[in-house]
């Protein structure tokens, strides 16, 4: 466990000056985090590509541990795409924010869920940053850089 804590914190405090939250046209995210509230508790991981300078879309998928809707357990994945819009540029925010609201539209077993978020993410060094989404289907946790 200290090595890993110790690999993570060498990770997180290399090289402030080159973090990038949000390049636009090209931009690849990977973020991996855990979700407390929305269809249940459990672990996210999503993925996007940058269309513009505003636009991304992505995928993901939730796994639910507990709290997932009517305590059904073939409710307890969530996959869906998802779009979101990078305010980055036009807040003329620093190049280490991003801030971005965004829908996420999928399949709950055999149901259709939905999500809205607002996200915000920091970025240490231009590979690895951190992340919240608050909404219906939201969660905090890394964010990499592709």
């Known amino acids: ?5 110790f690999a993570l914190s060498l990770a997180l405090m290399g090289g402030l000056v080159s973090a990038q939250a949000y390049t636009g046209k090209g931009d690849k995210k990977l973020q991996v985090g855990f979700n407390g509230w929305g269809y249940g508790t459990g672990l996210v991981g999503t993925f996007d590509y940058g269309l513009s300078k505003i636009v991304s879309v992505g995928a993901g998928a939730n796994v639910y541990f507990s709290g997932y809707k009517d305590d059904n357990k073939d409710n307890n994945v969530f996959i869906f795409g998802r779009l979101n819009a990078h305010l980055q540029q036009p807040l003329n925010l620093p190049k280490e924010w991003d801030i971005y609201p965004g829908l996420d539209l999928g399949v709950l077993h055999d149901g259709f869920g939905l999500g809205a978020h607002i996200g915000v993410r920091y970025f240490f060094n231009n590979n690895v940053g951190i992340y919240g989404e608050f909404g219906n289907n ?4 890394l964010s990499f850089n592709f």
Do not use: I, T, Y
């Open 138 to 141: 939201g969660s905090l946790g």
């Open 1 to 5: 466990m200290k090595k890993l804590f």
